[in-house]
């Protein structure tokens, strides 16, 4: 995996048709996104439960490109294992999940995999002061974690324009999670974000009979956010 800044689309599975996962991974790759998404939550750390370690094991062969695992689960250090082993690219943590994330951070990266964090609507930017040398991702939740569909909250624009400005040169990318389609992907782009997360955007109106709606949805919200940076150039 190496690091660019350009404009990443990566699907969230947990809008995709859960009784056909390979299918869906394979047809979303083929209609052009970057990376996937994989959503993992606990029934408390979030009021949700999607998948363990065996799905996301499960995934790993349909996936060609870059499987980005969200662990929305506390504690999370217990699993960061079975996580990397079951093939994730990036493992993020969530801020909140415990007192230790610089603890986790460390274990994510020794289990050989990239280390992004996962910071809440409610949580400041700061919380990643004297982490930014251990994370390869910093994941700015636009939405309260748990749940697809939601809407985008607009305060954390300027949470991603003060998390650009601490990054500086260094190589992390910052990505953007919840409620971003083609109205609210130029936002995030123009405030410095380039790994754009979207599920119900990108899966609706299509099928894995009709995955060339995969492909229209994720062009527009590529085309929206480059052109919002050629805007600002
Ligand atoms: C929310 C998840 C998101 C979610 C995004 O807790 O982390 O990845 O699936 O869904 P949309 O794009 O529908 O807001
Ligand atoms: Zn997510």
Same mark, same amino acid.
């Given at each position: 995996?190496?690091?660019?800044?350009?404009?990443?689309?990566?699907?969230?599975?947990?809008?995709?048709?859960?009784?056909?996962?390979?299918?869906?991974?394979?047809?979303?790759?083929?209609?052009?996104?970057?990376?996937?998404?994989?959503?993992?939550?606990?029934?408390?750390?979030?009021?949700?439960?999607?998948?363990?370690?065996?799905?996301?094991?499960?995934?790993?062969?349909?996936?060609?490109?870059?499987?980005?695992?969200? @662990?929305?689960?506390?504690?999370? /250090?217990?699993? &960061?294992?079975?996580?990397?082993?079951? =093939?994730? +690219?990036?493992? #993020? !943590?969530?801020?909140?999940?415990?007192?230790?994330?610089?603890?986790?951070?460390?274990?994510?990266?020794?289990?050989?995999?990239?280390?992004?964090?996962?910071?809440?609507?409610?949580?400041?930017?700061?919380?990643?002061?004297?982490?930014?040398?251990?994370?390869?991702?910093?994941?700015?939740?636009?939405?309260?974690?748990?749940?697809?569909?939601?809407?985008?909250?607009?305060?954390?624009?300027?949470?991603?324009?003060? @998390?650009?400005?601490?990054?500086? /040169?260094?190589? &992390?990318?910052?990505?953007?999670?919840? =409620?971003? +389609?083609?109205? #609210? !992907?130029?936002?995030?782009?123009?405030?410095?974000?380039?790994?754009?997360?979207?599920?119900?955007?990108?899966?609706?109106?299509?099928?894995?009979?009709?995955?060339?709606?995969?492909?229209?949805?994720?062009?527009?919200?590529?085309?929206?956010?480059?052109?919002?940076?050629?805007?600002?150039?």
């Amino acid at each position: 995996m190496s690091f660019d800044r350009s404009i990443k689309i990566a699907p969230s599975i947990l809008s995709a048709d859960f009784a056909n996962f390979g299918t869906e991974i394979r047809a979303i790759e083929a209609q052009g996104c970057d990376w996937v998404h994989v959503d993992v939550m606990d029934g408390h750390f979030v009021p949700n439960l999607t998948f363990g370690p065996p799905a996301v094991k499960a995934f790993r062969p349909h996936v060609g490109t870059v499987m980005d695992v969200h @662990l929305m689960i506390a504690p999370v /250090d217990p699993y &960061i294992e079975a996580f990397a082993e079951a =093939g994730s +690219d990036i493992i #993020t !943590a969530h801020v909140e999940a415990g007192p230790h994330i610089h603890r986790t951070l460390q274990a994510i990266r020794a289990n050989g995999a990239k280390a992004g964090i996962a910071l809440n609507p409610g949580t400041p930017a700061e919380a990643v002061d004297y982490l930014l040398d251990m994370v390869d991702l910093i994941c700015v939740m636009t939405v309260n974690p748990g749940f697809g569909g939601q809407k985008f909250i607009h305060s954390q624009i300027e949470k991603v324009r003060t @998390l650009r400005k601490m990054i500086g /040169d260094r190589p &992390i990318h910052i990505e953007i999670d919840g =409620g971003v +389609d083609p109205t #609210t !992907a130029p936002l995030v782009a123009e405030a410095g974000a380039d790994v754009l997360v979207a599920g119900s955007a990108v899966f609706k109106g299509g099928s894995v009979e009709m995955p060339e709606v995969y492909g229209e949805n994720i062009r527009a919200i590529r085309t929206a956010a480059t052109e919002a940076l050629r805007a600002v150039a």
